[in-house]
């Protein structure tokens, strides 16, 4: 695989800051939990003579690519299980639709974390974003930990002229800045390793900005309309979900939208227990959505984990039940303390 995208400039300057330099890598590390010091080992990525990139390869942030028939066979059975018991059928439909372009033009399948991403974006776009605001279209999305940049590359196609600016540690950045650009190959993509400050002035003239978390400084001057985080802050340190909702409340527009959704409880590597309720939430938050989320409850594999249902005493092959309950919330947030 030849690296063929429209901004190459991006993605060296991230590889150079975060696989290039490991020191550099090793100095953000009180924004990098156990988890990500754990996982982050394992991604790999080769280049050939000329510096192309040959291979990519990540780990712990989504399955997306794969070959195996028999797995995908039964991820579909899996989405499948959901669709058939969720409602708003159709608008799933049409939302899979625009998915499974994305899908092709950035080399996925459509995998249980696409399927469960495209249910997000419905619960967000259909039940909760105000008419004019559908009609506008240009919003300023701010994705935290977007993996492959699967949601953010289904936002540009729903809302073609708003702007995605994208935050995660920088070694996973570099996943999405090489397949949000597979999929919107003529979009203008922009990092703030690149000259010229990014602010109001100037935002709606990129279609995608990609920041490590330690600069979140340098996207700061932006009014944020809807902010997503799926399944990361889950993997975070207490530390910098706090960082991350203090910014969130200092940058959001009044008229804001926070999708969170990640387990109810959780342990990672090195010990830490992250707890959902314990976010910083405030009594002034407003929620929309606050539930359990129901399309993460069981998932179809042909690796069994230790959880899984029984009929007549005897574990039903294939089926896996989610490791922890996951909790999701539609929330506008609360601004007054600025």
Not at 208 to 225: G, M, V
Not at 235 to 252: D, G, H, K, P, V
Not at 292 to 321: D, M, T
Request: aromatic fraction near 16%; proline fraction near 3%; hydrophobic fraction near 35%.
């Amino acid at each position: 695989m030849n690296l063929s995208i429209p901004n190459q400039r991006l993605f060296e300057n991230i590889y150079n800051h975060y696989y290039d330099n490991e020191m550099l890598h090793h100095n953000q590390n009180k924004y990098i939990s156990s988890h990500w010091e754990c996982y982050s080992k394992q991604f790999k990525i080769k280049r050939d003579s000329n510096e192309n990139v040959v291979m990519i390869s990540g780990h712990g942030f989504g399955d997306m690519i794969s070959d195996d028939i028999f797995r995908k066979i039964l991820v579909y059975m899996c989405n499948f299980s959901y669709f058939v018991r969720l409602p708003f059928k159709l608008d799933i439909l049409k939302l899979t639709i625009v998915a499974l372009r994305i899908c092709r033009k950035a080399g996925f399948y459509f995998s249980y974390d696409c399927f469960k991403q495209v249910c997000a974006l419905n619960l967000i776009y259909k039940r909760n974003l105000r008419e004019e605001e559908r009609r506008r279209g240009r919003l300023a999305f701010l994705m935290i930990g977007d993996g492959y940049g699967f949601m953010s590359s289904l936002i540009k196609a729903v809302f073609p002229d708003s702007t995605l600016i994208l935050v995660d540690i920088g070694k996973t950045l570099l996943f999405q800045s090489f397949y949000c650009q597979k999929a919107h190959p003529h979009k203008i993509h922009h990092s703030i390793f690149e000259e010229g400050d990014i602010n109001m002035d100037n935002i709606y003239k990129y279609d995608f900005i990609y920041c490590p978390t330690e600069y979140l400084s340098k996207i700061s001057n932006i009014k944020y309309d809807i902010c997503i985080n799926i399944a990361s802050m889950q993997e975070m340190n207490q530390e910098t979900i706090s960082m991350y909702f203090a910014f969130l409340r200092n940058t959001m527009n009044h008229k804001n939208l926070f999708y969170c959704c990640n387990r109810e409880l959780k342990v990672l590597v090195g010990g830490e227990l992250l707890e959902f309720n314990k976010y910083p939430w405030v009594s002034d938050d407003r929620h929309l959505v606050d539930e359990y989320c129901p399309w993460y409850r069981w998932h179809i594999s042909n690796i069994a984990s230790q959880n899984g249902p029984k009929l007549f005493g005897l574990r039903v092959p294939f089926v896996n039940y989610c490791d922890g309950l996951f909790k999701h919330r539609l929330t506008v947030l609360s601004t007054s303390n600025r």
